[in-house]
T-cell receptor
Framework: NAGVMQNPRHLVRRRGQEARLRCSPM?????VYWYRQLPEEGLKFMVY????????ESGMPKERFSAEFPKEGPSILRIQQVVRGDSAAYFC?????????????FGQGTRLTVV | GENVEQHPSTLSVQEGDSAVIKCTYS??????FPWYKQELGKRPQLIID?????GEKKDQRIAVTLNKTAKHFSLHITETQPEDSAVYFC???????????FGDGTTLTVKP
């Protein structure tokens, strides 16, 4: 059973470009969560999605950031017009269901560098 | 919303000594408290967790204690080894473990 798969592992973008980060949850998991980790800081919750639904985007910046989890394919975190402050590690986690407090499994992360 | 504070931010111990990391939380509805270990450039990995219906849990050299009244929980690592060196994060969540509030992390260094 493959774990949570994120790609790319490393992404370099110039200021003003778009960044697309992908996350495939573990098999059998229907809930996806995105976190951002700035250098030498903790993980900050961004958004929680189920298939075709955004459940909670309370941690998502209001502008330039969007997320989706289509019926088919991976979840995508999209950052438009990237700025240097977007440089961070973006982690995706998945869980099998919402109302069970079991472990959420993290992917290896995508390290975004904006130059 | 939930607020989790973690102390200390850095901790250096001699190999074989014990290490203790403490966290406090603010939301009394939180009922799941995982601890993650993150090595440089890698993903956070769960090392132990505790739910609000227990006060203590142990797994070999690692233990976690929870005081719901005081809203604090602690990680204890005994007989530390150099490979325990990493950043440790506590977290708290209510109902949905996927949406957790993390502490800012503790960088643990175990000196041989």
């Amino acid at each position: 059973n493959a774990g949570v798969m994120q790609n790319p592992r490393h992404l370099v973008r110039r200021r003003g470009q778009e960044a697309r980060l992908r996350c495939s949850p573990m098999k059998g998991h229907s809930h996806v969560y995105w976190y951002r980790q700035l250098p030498e800081e903790g993980l900050k919750f961004m958004v929680y999605l189920q298939k075709e639904n955004i459940i909670d985007e309370s941690g998502m910046p209001k502008e330039r950031f969007s997320a989706e989890f289509p019926k088919e394919g991976p979840s995508i975190l999209r950052i438009q017009q990237v700025v240097r402050g977007d440089s961070a590690a973006y982690f995706c986690a998945s869980s099998p269901a919402e109302f069970t407090n079991t472990e959420a499994f993290f992917g290896q992360g995508t390290r975004l560098t904006v130059v | 919303g939930e607020n989790v504070e973690q102390h200390p931010s850095t901790l250096s111990v001699q190999e074989g000594d014990s290490a203790v990391i403490k966290c406090t939380y603010s939301d009394s509805a939180s009922n799941y408290f995982p601890w993650y270990k993150q090595e440089l450039g890698k993903r956070p990995q769960l090392i132990i967790d505790i739910r609000s219906n227990v006060g203590e849990k142990k797994d070999q050299r690692i233990a976690v204690t929870l005081n719901k009244t005081a809203k604090h929980f602690s990680l204890h690592i005994t007989e530390t080894q150099p490979e325990d060196s990493a950043v440790y994060f506590c977290a708290a969540s209510s109902t949905n473990a996927g949406k957790s509030t993390f502490g800012d992390g503790t960088t643990l260094t175990v000196k041989p």
